[in-house]
């Protein structure tokens, strides 16, 4: 009889610390009275003074664009044409914003979204030369990922435009332990770090600030109840298997 009891209690412990609600696992569930607005380029991020900027001028006349693009250190003296070489001059931007670009001098592009950098300077670029095209790139734009996610990490980004949930499926989406109404994200913006709280269990979340993660952004996953629980348990197996193993002995003596 005895037995009978520790077997149930057991299972009672087993399906309790087992059990999680539907709600608590499925992403953006259906709710009353919320449009979704989110709009990438209202939550574009903004280029910000660390960045590194890979940027290179194209025109009709190529010889035009020579100033604006410095030749490789690679290419020696061959006088090789920027068009022929793979190499994109890299810009810093400094501590005040600013980039020093051939031709213009200093200019700040700290601030604006790299669309808005990228029409300015071709507006500026256009005073030398007819019809330029500018291309951007921001060379050093990653995330970073941690907690209760299948491969925590940082990663490194082609573009400036990828959400969390794109995010979180590079790291390979949350394990069935981690807390999706609580997603930490931590962003740094003119050196003061802010903390922003996503509910992906909410189709709200498509319309959070940070759906759109800006440059060094960190995204963390809590872990939920269970999993701190099972931490716990995982420390200290060797007592409660000893703990268990003399209340076993103990009943066994004293039903005899």
Not at 97 to 115: C, E, H, M, N, S
Not at 233 to 245: D, E, H, I, P
Not at 247 to 253: A, K, Q
């Amino acid at each position: 009889m005895n037995k009978k009891i520790l077997y149930f209690v057991l299972l009672i412990s087993i399906v309790i610390s087992s059990c999680a609600s539907r709600k608590d696992l499925i992403y953006f569930q259906p709710a009353d009275s919320i449009a979704l607005i989110t709009n990438y380029e209202n939550n574009a991020p903004k280029l910000q003074p660390g960045d590194i900027l890979a940027i290179s001028v194209t025109a009709d006349d190529i010889r035009a664009t020579q100033p604006f693009n410095p030749i490789s250190s690679y290419a020696g003296n061959t006088g090789t044409l920027q068009s022929a070489n793979p190499f994109i001059p890299t810009y810093a931007i400094d501590n005040n914003g600013y980039i020093d670009f051939p031709k213009l001098g200093k200019v700040k592009l700290a601030g604006r979204t790299r669309t808005e950098a990228i029409d300015y300077l071709r507006n500026e670029v256009s005073k030398f030369i007819v019809s330029p095209g500018i291309s951007m790139e921001v060379r050093n734009f990653r995330i970073t990922v941690l907690g209760e996610v299948k491969s925590p990490g940082t990663y490194s980004i082609s573009n400036d435009r990828i959400t969390i949930l794109e995010a979180l499926g590079l790291a390979g989406d949350l394990t069935i332990n981690g807390v999706r109404k609580n997603v930490l994200v931590i962003r740094e913006q003119n050196g003061l770090k802010s903390e922003y709280r996503v509910d992906l269990t909410s189709r709200d979340a498509l319309n959070s600030p940070v759906y759109y993660l800006a440059q060094n952004d960190v995204v963390y996953v809590e872990p939920n109840g269970a999993r701190v629980q099972s931490s716990k348990y995982t420390q200290n197996t060797g007592v409660f298997v000893s703990v268990a193993s003399l209340l076993i002995t103990m009943i066994s003596i004293l039903t005899r």
